[in-house]
T-cell receptor
Framework: EAQVTQNPRYLITVTGKKLTVTCSQN?????MSWYRQDPGLGLRQIYY???????DKGDVPEGYKVSRKEKRNFPLILESPSPNQTSLYFC???????????FGQGTRLTVV | KQEVTQIPAALSVPEGENLVLNCSFT??????LQWFRQDPGKGLTSLLL?????REQTSGRLNASLDKSSGRSTLYIAASQPGDSATYLC????????FGTGTSLTVIP
């Protein structure tokens, strides 16, 4: 089954404790991206990657890091999480040709 | 920077009614557009993709149109059902994705 898998689905952590949210896709897609969703602000793109070893900033990259060492994986790293990073996070993938994007089920992160 | 607006923010209709959701965007250059539905606490489910060279796509009771010259897209839902209740999001994209804030639809039995 074609899918984008995020882990964990729910995470509560404390300010400053480094964490990684994993994202994996099994569709051999070149393009992967991360978003955060906040009430009243909608979904905003954090980072995206057009292929292995190629990453670019989206609209809200501050406080986040990503890496793309393999085609199927695109982890999101919060080196020093802060409460304003409490949000619902989504990972997505698609081919680089303009095809539809597939989204993961989301990771609800709470930073206290 | 691309700005995407969806109106109305919320909509409540009786079952069986046909309805139109609107999406407008500020930069109409070469962008593709995708419609999604999101159920509470869940991920995004793709409904329709309109590539930049297309004007319309249909899937079952759903029809989406794209007018790049005016910066607008509409999602038409025919014969609405309670199971259509969800938040509907449009996204405009090239390399980057830009989402609207969504229309929350409630279909009343």
């Amino acid at each position: 089954e074609a899918q984008v898998t995020q882990n964990p689905r729910y995470l509560i952590t404390v300010t400053g404790k480094k964490l990684t949210v994993t994202c994996s896709q099994n569709m051999n897609h070149e393009y992967m991206s991360w978003y955060r969703q906040d009430p009243g602000l909608g979904l905003r793109q954090i980072y995206y990657s057009m292929n292995v070893e190629v990453t670019d900033k989206g609209d809200v990259p501050e406080g986040y890091k990503v890496s793309r060492k393999e085609k199927r994986n695109f982890p999101l790293i919060l080196e020093s999480p802060s409460p304003n990073q409490t949000s619902l996070y989504f990972c997505a993938s698609r081919t680089v040709v303009d095809t539809e994007a597939f989204f993961g089920q989301g990771t609800r992160l709470t930073v206290v | 920077k691309q700005e995407v607006t969806q109106i109305p923010a919320a909509l409540s209709v009786p079952e069986g009614e046909n309805l139109v959701l609107n999406c407008s965007f500020t930069d109409s250059a070469i962008y593709n557009l995708q419609w999604f539905r999101q159920d509470p606490g869940k991920g995004l489910t793709s409904l329709l993709l309109i590539q930049s060279s297309q004007r319309e796509q249909t899937s079952g009771r759903l029809n989406a149109s794209l007018d790049k010259s005016s910066g607008r897209s509409t999602l038409y839902i025919a014969a609405s059902q309670p199971g259509d209740s969800a938040t509907y999001l449009c996204a405009v994209f090239g390399n980057q994705f830009y989402f609207g804030t969504g229309t929350s639809l409630t279909v009343i039995p």
